[in-house]
């Protein structure tokens, strides 16, 4: 198979699932624009906030396309090949990954823009509700260590390519002056929007063009903001948590529009670059069915590896917790969730095809960040010619570190409304002390961790994601059960990714209990006996709280339940 080739099918059976499969999906889902949003019944200028459809897309989607499309994919291809990579994100996108993330927006919207530890409460009983809170808040700490530790290692090594281009240019400190004056430019862009309140148009216009003006700029500021690691970790769960409290029409909108056409744009050189760089396929399409590590069989690793290409659980907290509170139409649930999700698909290939394209020998020992922003930038050389290679390359790392950044500060804003809706706390004081509980603990395991950590949660970190999608669709068919509508294109999604995740996270636990051992007995260092067991951990209270939640739907105690939300009722209805 070509380049040329792959990206034109792999274009066609998008276009092609979301035509078809895509609108069956919502007509199962019955969306009413008759139906008041959350956005309009509760606006209160913060979280509530209704958003025109494609600036929601864009902030959707560079909410959700963070390092686990580009990393994971990557990752995978390093260990078994790029074919079945590409056979689990064209298919898994279609009929899984999009389908759950279309299913709990607009579950998310009918019920009042409420979470999904608020939905499980609902639908399968209080303690149901209390566990999946446990479970998303185990996920989200994975979530803010792996993101938070890959973005402070490229703000402080940047793209490797560039590591000898000049001694005057600090490639990581180029990634994290380009990355700050991109939030900056969004605090402006928010501003721009409430002050002058200007069409779209304009407003595109002026400030998605600024947006590469500041990668240049970053270029000429190389030296300006060099910190170690665990500085830049600290300083970005600091603004994490700044961000977190902000109202989403000052930075979480803005921020993500313009972070929707860096994606566009990455997307783009992507295309470019398969069509017309003239390069050839150097990875081989198969390489094993397992590599002999702890995580290395194909069976069920490479569907826990990619962790967001395909399917994501991440997605579910995103669209109950951020953007269903944005929704201006019930219709808006079809393009906002199932195309974002089929749009991160084809991110998904483009780090793929940046994998493809780079001989074994070359590949080994890079890390996934590298492998992408190398590849990009090339690709962006064929527009602005080899001689701008030090902007290329910036370009590409300070994308991928833009994706990361982007869902870091979302992570956290969900976890502080997901305490805050289960405590029932309010006001300021509410929305800061459940900021800094949420960032806590991943301030205390990424100071535990050395540089490169994050590779030691990663697989974990993508078995919690795929149970937590498993554990969304479980909602989702209880609900379609509930209402009398078809379940079965949420049930057998939701049996299929359940098997592999407990799978994975079974293989998971008993490989780290060994790991521990091993340390307790001399044979292994104390830092890698204490990652095992803080995975260990886990693992257990993972599948733990997976089966409680599985038994209760099951046993259907939910629906003896008293209820605690209520669908909102169509306009004009009594």
Not at 486 to 501: D, E, N
């Amino acid at each position: 198979m070509s380049l040329p080739v792959l990206v034109v099918g792999a274009l066609g059976l998008l276009a092609l699932g979301y035509r078809l499969y895509g609108r069956w999906i919502g007509r199962t889902l019955a969306l009413d624009d008759a139906r008041p949003t959350p956005a309009h019944v509760h606006e209160d200028g913060v979280d509530f906030v209704p958003a025109r459809p494609f600036y929601l897309f864009g902030q959707h989607f560079s909410a959700i396309a963070a390092a686990g499309p580009i990393a994971g994919p990557i990752l995978a291809a390093q260990s078994f090949g790029w074919a079945p990579c590409l056979l689990w994100i064209a298919f898994g996108v279609v009929f899984i990954g999009a389908v759950h993330d279309c299913s709990s927006l607009a579950i998310s919207v009918r019920h009042g823009g409420h979470g999904l530890a608020e939905l499980a409460r609902e639908l399968l009983g209080p303690r149901a509700g209390i566990a999946l809170l446990a479970f998303i808040w185990i996920a989200l700490l994975y979530v803010i260590v792996a993101f938070t530790d890959i973005t402070a290692g490229t703000f402080v090594t940047g793209p490797e390519e560039l590591a000898g281009v000049a001694t005057d240019f600090h490639p990581g400190g180029a990634v994290a002056a380009a990355a700050i004056m991109y939030l900056l430019l969004a605090v402006i862009m928010g501003q721009w929007e409430r002050i002058v309140k200007p069409p779209l148009w304009l407003t595109t216009v002026i400030f998605v063009p600024a947006t590469f003006v500041v990668v240049w700029a970053g270029t000429l500021f190389s030296h300006a903001l060099l910190f170690d690691r665990t500085t830049w970790g600290l300083l970005i769960l600091a603004y994490c948590g700044i961000a977190s409290v902000l109202p989403a029409s000052a930075l979480l909108q803005p921020r993500g529009y313009l972070g929707g056409f860096v994606l566009y744009m990455a997307l783009a050189l992507g295309v470019i670059g398969a069509l017309f760089g003239g390069y050839a396929i150097a990875q081989p399409a198969f390489k094993t069915w397992d590599t002999g590590a702890l995580s290395g069989a194909l069976f069920p690793f490479l569907f826990v590896t990619i962790a967001c290409g395909a399917c994501s659980g991440f997605h579910g907290l995103v669209c109950s917790g951020t953007t269903s509170k944005q929704v201006d139409k019930e219709s808006h649930c079809v393009p906002v969730g199932y195309g974002a999700m089929l749009a991160e698909g084809f991110v998904a290939v483009i780090a793929l095809i940046t994998i493809m394209i780079v001989p074994t020998e070359r590949a080994a020992g890079l890390a996934p960040g590298t492998i992408y922003g190398q590849g990009i930038g090339r690709f962006l050389t064929l527009l602005i010619g080899e001689h701008n290679m030090k902007f290329a390359m910036t370009f590409g790392a300070m994308a991928f570190s833009t994706f990361v950044f982007d869902t870091l500060d979302v992570s956290t804003r969900l976890g502080r409304i997901i305490l805050q809706e289960l405590f029932g706390w309010r006001g300021r004081a509410g929305a800061a002390a459940a900021t800094m509980i949420t960032l806590a603990v991943p301030a205390w395991m990424l100071g535990f961790t050395k540089s490169g950590g994050w590779l030691q949660f990663w697989t974990l970190f993508g078995a919690s994601n795929q149970l937590l999608a498993a554990l969304t669709l479980l909602l989702v068919t209880v609900w379609l059960r509930r209402a009398g509508r078809r379940s079965l294109h949420a049930l057998l999604p939701m049996l299929f990714v359940l098997a592999i995740t407990v799978w994975a996270l079974g293989t998971l636990l008993v490989g780290n209990v060994r790991a521990m051992q091993a340390a307790a007995g001399g044979t292994a260092g104390a830092a890698a006996g204490g990652t095992a067991a803080v995975n260990a951990v886990s693992a257990a209270a993972l599948l733990g709280l997976a089966g409680y939640l599985v038994v209760r739907a099951v046993r259907g105690r939910g629906a003896r339940t008293p209820a605690t939300i209520r669908e909102q009722p169509r306009a004009g209805a009594p």
